[in-house]
């Protein structure tokens, strides 16, 4: 088993001498003496907290992130509940049902202004002068920053939710599977298997036809099948944990089931799911843009980056701007969680003992990194057209 | 072993009931299958709904209807398939529908997994070898880059420059001189990340790299390449040559005189073997002849490994065989490049041939020449799009699987053995590295039969993934359902298969 060397003591709990793996040759005691200096009289958890926190790249990426998260959502402010479906509300203007919370930006997403400049091409000058409609309008002459911004609203709103969704439904599921073993094991395994091969794009076309633009709903059933993939690496580490020392010390001390998976054996997994956490929601954006680019997603008139692509993929010669701008977007915000889930996946490696000095130059993701994670893809139809492979799946953990 | 087999079959037919029974349902309930019939103007609009209901079941409960296409479904166990009929293909089979989508989803990523595993591999385990390097960040950025790529976006942008803007080019092929310093500059500066050693070493990669790029792009802008490519004797020699300098590198060393002879004599052989092969090619051009001569490729590989060889037979051989085989590859592109100016004469695009839509260009007849260069020119882009990113997770996969296995004791065995550094990467951290990545790659395969919804979409491409977004769009759950049985079956054997090809290879594994 390639992880049965991870942290060997709960978190929290370690003293200096952290994941030191048994059988090292002497010629790397000497420098093991040096990196244990480093993290002498810190805890597991400091640990990590800085290693992450000089990750160089994973920290823009985070700032970057949150920049986005802020603009998009203050800039044209939001809708809170609603269907995303246009309605005349009590001032006999059309505008989205549901309680509309106004944001700085003077412009929204579904009026049409009248068009500025010929065609519809952005105002904004390089490199300050933004002017009316900084991305341009669409051809009805709606306002592409404020579509945009929109779309970024319900992918990041689509993205974070079935990040946690399916993590919770992960650990649930994996842990009880791989902690009670048994029966309890198989049913549960038999049931992913149902739900990973159930094709995504089904339950999102019948979803999407239901909730229309609403992307709440939209990101709790995603989230609640996409967590296979988690389910089964939770499991995989719960099978190994669970035969280890501290566990029947635990044990023996008379803790309960439940003590001792949340207690004493989440935390020794918790790097794991984080990881796999932000790898499942840099593929949930990607699923949720894919979706609505079908038509089966996020719907018109509520937008979502992936719609406004659909909706002006032919223009790409006459109107490039409406184009590049959600693009964009979508590869900035795919590539910062990346950054950032790549950020954790070396503080929590137990094998980098150092950690990483402000002046060196660690800019990107080293040691074992293995960047598909599981991503309750469907088997057949893989949305993202990406290999949907899961490492998890590897025939380790079952056929041993 | 067999007991294991039939278990995981058993548990996975129960598995793929189960999930058939759950997307039926929600298939059959989600749209309306009469919904093109109620809107139509046609006088025998109720004869026609009445009839739809009728071979559809419809006044029957959609559990009902489960039943019955599970009772058709049952049947492939004995080899009479009924998975009933599509309606909006014309009543046509559903067996007949997979069986062409299948045909062409497989033509289609094909190409793009051997390209993607290839190019992933080879580019993976330079990072790993040379880690922390400029090389290793610069591609780890790009793989990240290319994995938060959405494939719709990609796909448009490569119809945009990969295919409009480059018949521009290929039409009038005038380079400005930054476009030959960027080519030199690039390859100059990835040889040298890739070669690394000391500053002198390091400056000459540089300069071999820029130089002979820019030489390359030179003479075939001057001899009006772009305009008529073709390979011919001296590109074949010219070519074979570099095959055998880099493959004797990665399997045996240059130091190896007798490698080297040996896969350079192949290279002579299919020289001398080029003139009578234009005849062969001309009267009986049939796709077999290429099978049976790719067979005597391996054969003349073989035979000339085994001549030159003295106690290393086998690995001569190898050596050999891959060379032989590559260099007839290069002799059958340059006998397709010969009916290219005959190509371009009559396909519908005067200026360039790489087509944005289809498998094929309608309508057009040729001998197998004319089809290769065809189905080429129209696999390109969408084979592009689905390696750009499926390149990137292997790139990944590679990198960390032979760091983490650079990094054992038996590595270090060989090492202190006094092996060489390739004999150490090729033959002790390789092939190791390599355990982890066929499981993933046999598993990939199977979820790949389900074909690439989103650029089938792009590329108007007729395979799987059109079909079943048809199926879904009309509610034709024949369709949907005989696409999920496909599918569904395929990624079982293939998981089956990858757990079983994982314990083969690596001992330590047991299937029970």
């Given at each position: 088993m390639?992880?049965?060397?991870?942290?060997?003591?709960?978190?929290?709990?370690?003293?200096?001498?952290?994941g030191?793996?048994?059988?090292e040759?002497?010629v790397?005691e000497?420098?093991?003496t040096?990196?244990?200096?480093?993290?002498?009289?810190?805890?597991?958890?400091?640990i990590i907290?800085r290693?992450?926190?000089?990750h160089?790249a994973?920290?823009?990426?985070?700032?970057?992130?949150?920049?986005?998260?802020?603009?998009?959502?203050?800039?044209?402010?939001?809708?809170?509940?609603?269907t995303g479906?246009?309605?005349?509300?009590?001032?006999?203007?059309?505008?989205?049902?549901?309680w509309r919370?106004?944001?700085?930006?003077?412009?929204?997403?579904?009026?049409?202004y009248?068009?500025?400049?010929?065609?519809?091409?952005?105002?904004?000058v390089?490199?300050?002068?933004?002017?009316?409609?900084?991305?341009?309008?669409?051809t009805?002459?709606?306002?592409?920053?404020?579509?945009?911004?929109?779309?970024?609203?319900?992918?990041?709103?689509?993205m974070?939710?079935?990040?946690?969704?399916?993590?919770?439904?992960?650990?649930?599921?994996?842990a009880v599977?791989?902690f009670?073993?048994?029966?309890?094991?198989?049913?549960?395994?038999?049931?992913?298997?149902v739900?990973?091969?159930?094709p995504?794009?089904?339950?999102?076309?019948?979803?999407?036809?239901?909730?229309?633009?609403n992307?709440?709903?939209?990101?709790?059933?995603?989230g609640?099948?996409?967590?296979?993939?988690?389910?089964?690496l939770?499991?995989?580490?719960?099978?190994?944990?669970?035969?280890?020392?501290?566990?029947?010390?635990?044990?023996?001390?008379?803790?309960?089931s439940?003590r001792?998976?949340?207690?004493?054996?989440?935390?020794?997994?918790?790097?794991?799911?984080?990881?796999?956490?932000t790898?499942?929601m840099?593929?949930?954006?990607?699923?949720?843009?894919?979706?609505s680019?079908l038509?089966?997603?996020?719907?018109?008139?509520?937008?979502?980056?992936?719609?406004?692509?659909s909706?002006?993929?032919?223009a790409?010669r006459?109107?490039p701007?409406?184009?590049?701008?959600?693009g964009?977007?979508?590869?900035?915000?795919?590539?910062?969680?990346?950054?950032?889930?790549?950020?954790?996946?070396?503080?929590f490696?137990?094998?980098?003992?150092?950690?990483?000095?402000?002046?060196?130059r660690?800019?990107?993701?080293?040691?074992?990194?293995s960047i598909?994670g599981?991503?309750?893809?469907a088997?057949g139809?893989?949305?993202?057209?990406?290999?949907?492979?899961?490492?998890?799946t590897r025939?380790?953990?079952?056929?041993q | 072993?067999?007991?294991f087999?039939?278990?995981?079959?058993?548990?996975?037919?129960?598995?793929?009931?189960?999930?058939?029974?759950?997307v039926?349902?929600?298939?059959?309930?989600?749209?309306?299958?009469?919904?093109?019939?109620?809107?139509?103007?046609?006088?025998?609009?109720?004869?026609?709904?009445?009839?739809?209901?009728?071979?559809l079941?419809?006044?029957?409960?959609?559990?009902?209807r489960y039943?019955?296409?599970?009772?058709?479904?049952?049947?492939?166990?004995?080899?009479?398939c009924?998975?009933?009929?599509?309606?909006?293909?014309?009543?046509?089979?559903?067996?007949?529908?997979?069986?062409?989508?299948?045909?062409?989803?497989?033509?289609?990523?094909?190409v793009?997994t051997?390209?993607?595993?290839?190019f992933?591999?080879?580019?993976?385990?330079?990072t790993a070898l040379?880690?922390?390097?400029?090389?290793?960040?610069t591609?780890?950025?790009?793989?990240?880059?290319?994995?938060?790529?959405?494939?719709?976006?990609?796909?448009?942008?490569?119809k945009?420059?990969?295919?409009?803007?480059?018949?521009?080019?290929?039409?009038?092929?005038?380079?400005?001189?930054?476009?030959?310093?960027i080519?030199?500059?690039?390859?100059?500066?990835?040889?040298m990340?890739?070669?690394?050693?000391p500053?002198?070493?390091?400056l000459?990669s540089?300069g071999?790299?820029?130089?002979?790029?820019?030489?390359?792009?030179?003479?075939l802008?001057?001899?009006g390449?772009?305009?008529r490519?073709?390979?011919?004797?001296?590109g074949?020699?010219?070519?074979?040559?570099?095959?055998?300098v880099v493959?004797?590198?990665l399997?045996t060393?240059?130091?190896?005189?007798?490698?080297?002879?040996?896969?350079?004599?192949t290279v002579?052989?299919?020289a001398a073997?080029?003139?009578?092969?234009?005849f062969?090619?001309f009267?009986?051009?049939?796709?077999?002849v290429?099978?049976?001569?790719?067979i005597?490729?391996?054969?003349?590989?073989?035979?000339?490994?085994?001549?030159?060889?003295r106690?290393?037979?086998?690995?001569?051989a190898?050596?050999?065989?891959?060379?032989?085989?590559l260099?007839?590859?290069?002799v059958v592109?340059?006998?397709?490049l010969?009916?290219?100016?005959?190509?371009?004469?009559?396909?519908?695009l005067?200026?360039?041939i790489?087509?944005?839509?289809?498998?094929?260009?309608?309508?057009?007849?040729g001998?197998?020449?004319?089809?290769?260069?065809?189905?080429?020119?129209?696999?390109?882009?969408?084979t592009?799009?689905?390696?750009?990113?499926?390149?990137?997770?292997y790139t990944?996969?590679?990198?960390?699987?032979?760091l983490?296995?650079?990094?054992?004791?038996?590595?270090?065995?060989?090492?202190?053995?006094?092996?060489t550094?390739?004999?150490?990467?090729?033959?002790?951290?390789?092939?190791?590295?390599?355990?982890?990545?066929?499981t993933?790659?046999?598993?990939?395969i199977?979820?790949?039969?389900?074909?690439?919804?989103?650029?089938?979409?792009?590329f108007?491409?007729?395979?799987m993934?059109?079909l079943?977004?048809?199926?879904?769009?009309?509610?034709?759950?024949?369709?949907?359902m005989?696409?999920?049985?496909?599918t569904?079956?395929?990624?079982v054997?293939?998981n089956?298969?990858?757990?079983?090809?994982?314990?083969?290879?690596?001992?330590?594994?047991?299937?029970?």
């Amino acid at each position: 088993m390639a992880r049965t060397d991870r942290t060997q003591t709960p978190l929290g709990a370690g003293t200096g001498a952290t994941g030191a793996m048994p059988g090292e040759l002497g010629v790397e005691e000497r420098e093991l003496t040096i990196e244990q200096r480093q993290t002498a009289g810190l805890s597991q958890g400091a640990i990590i907290r800085r290693r992450f926190f000089r990750h160089r790249a994973a920290m823009i990426a985070l700032a970057v992130l949150i920049i986005l998260i802020v603009f998009s959502f203050s800039s044209v402010g939001t809708v809170i509940g609603g269907t995303g479906r246009l309605a005349v509300n009590a001032e006999g203007i059309l505008a989205p049902n549901g309680w509309r919370v106004p944001g700085w930006w003077d412009k929204d997403w579904y009026t049409t202004y009248g068009q500025l400049n010929p065609g519809g091409a952005p105002t904004w000058v390089l490199p300050f002068n933004f002017g009316e409609f900084p991305f341009g309008q669409d051809t009805l002459g709606k306002d592409i920053f404020a579509r945009v911004m929109r779309g970024m609203q319900q992918s990041l709103t689509v993205m974070f939710i079935v990040g946690i969704v399916s993590t919770v439904f992960g650990i649930v599921i994996g842990a009880v599977s791989g902690f009670f073993r048994g029966w309890v094991d198989s049913i549960l395994m038999r049931f992913t298997d149902v739900v990973i091969i159930v094709p995504i794009i089904v339950l999102g076309a019948i979803l999407g036809r239901i909730f229309g633009g609403n992307a709440i709903v939209l990101g709790l059933f995603l989230g609640i099948i996409s967590w296979p993939g988690m389910a089964r690496l939770v499991r995989g580490e719960f099978l190994g944990l669970r035969e280890r020392e501290f566990v029947d010390a635990a044990r023996v001390a008379g803790a309960s089931s439940t003590r001792i998976i949340f207690k004493h054996i989440l935390p020794n997994a918790v790097g794991v799911i984080i990881v796999n956490a932000t790898l499942l929601m840099s593929a949930a954006i990607l699923i949720e843009t894919s979706l609505s680019y079908l038509g089966f997603g996020i719907q018109a008139p509520d937008v979502s980056l992936g719609q406004i692509i659909s909706e002006y993929k032919e223009a790409f010669r006459t109107r490039p701007w409406l184009f590049w701008w959600p693009g964009l977007f979508i590869v900035v915000i795919a590539l910062c969680i990346n950054f950032v889930g790549d950020g954790l996946r070396d503080a929590f490696d137990p094998r980098q003992k150092r950690i990483p000095r402000r002046n060196r130059r660690r800019f990107f993701g080293l040691g074992r990194t293995s960047i598909a994670g599981g991503t309750g893809t469907a088997v057949g139809t893989s949305i993202t057209d990406k290999p949907v492979a899961d490492p998890v799946t590897r025939p380790k953990k079952d056929t041993q | 072993m067999l007991s294991f087999v039939v278990r995981r079959l058993l548990a996975t037919v129960l598995v793929l009931v189960a999930a058939s029974f759950v997307v039926y349902n929600l298939t059959a309930n989600y749209g309306d299958p009469l919904a093109d019939l109620k809107g139509s103007k046609a006088p025998n609009r109720q004869e026609l709904i009445d009839q739809r209901i009728e071979m559809l079941n419809l006044n029957e409960p959609s559990i009902v209807r489960y039943v019955y296409w599970l009772g058709g479904a049952a049947k492939c166990l004995i080899g009479q398939c009924d998975l009933g009929q599509s309606y909006i293909r014309g009543n046509q089979p559903v067996t007949e529908a997979l069986a062409s989508a299948a045909g062409s989803t497989i033509q289609l990523i094909t190409v793009s997994t051997i390209v993607a595993i290839v190019f992933g591999v080879a580019v993976g385990m330079i990072t790993a070898l040379r880690q922390y390097s400029g090389f290793d960040y610069t591609v780890t950025f790009f793989t990240f880059v290319l994995y938060s790529l959405p494939v719709f976006w990609v796909a448009v942008l490569l119809k945009e420059f990969g295919a409009i803007r480059f018949n521009d080019f290929m039409a009038n092929p005038a380079i400005p001189w930054w476009g030959y310093a960027i080519v030199g500059l690039i390859f100059g500066v990835t040889l040298m990340s890739i070669v690394g050693g000391p500053s002198r070493t390091r400056l000459l990669s540089f300069g071999i790299g820029a130089v002979a790029s820019v030489g390359i792009l030179l003479v075939l802008v001057l001899t009006g390449w772009f305009q008529r490519p073709t390979v011919g004797i001296i590109g074949i020699l010219i070519t074979g040559a570099a095959i055998t300098v880099v493959v004797s590198l990665l399997s045996t060393g240059l130091k190896n005189r007798r490698a080297l002879m040996a896969a350079g004599a192949t290279v002579v052989v299919w020289a001398a073997l080029w003139q009578p092969l234009q005849f062969l090619f001309f009267y009986v051009p049939q796709y077999w002849v290429l099978l049976v001569l790719a067979i005597v490729a391996i054969g003349i590989g073989v035979l000339s490994g085994m001549v030159f060889g003295r106690d290393d037979k086998r690995e001569l051989a190898r050596t050999a065989a891959i060379v032989s085989v590559l260099t007839y590859l290069v002799v059958v592109v340059d006998r397709v490049l010969l009916v290219f100016p005959d190509y371009t004469q009559r396909i519908p695009l005067k200026n360039g041939i790489i087509a944005t839509i289809g498998a094929t260009t309608p309508g057009l007849r040729g001998d197998i020449w004319f089809q290769m260069l065809d189905s080429f020119a129209h696999l390109l882009l969408p084979t592009i799009a689905l390696t750009l990113i499926s390149f990137a997770a292997y790139t990944r996969y590679a990198r960390s699987s032979l760091l983490e296995v650079m990094n054992l004791d038996y590595v270090r065995t060989a090492r202190a053995k006094g092996l060489t550094e390739r004999t150490v990467i090729m033959r002790h951290a390789f092939r190791n590295a390599m355990i982890p990545i066929a499981t993933i790659v046999a598993l990939d395969i199977g979820a790949l039969i389900g074909g690439a919804v989103i650029t089938e979409e792009v590329f108007a491409w007729q395979g799987m993934g059109q079909l079943f977004v048809q199926g879904l769009d009309h509610t034709d759950v024949n369709l949907v359902m005989g696409f999920f049985l496909l599918t569904g079956v395929v990624a079982v054997i293939f998981n089956i298969l990858a757990d079983i090809v994982y314990a083969a290879l690596d001992p330590r594994i047991r299937v029970s």
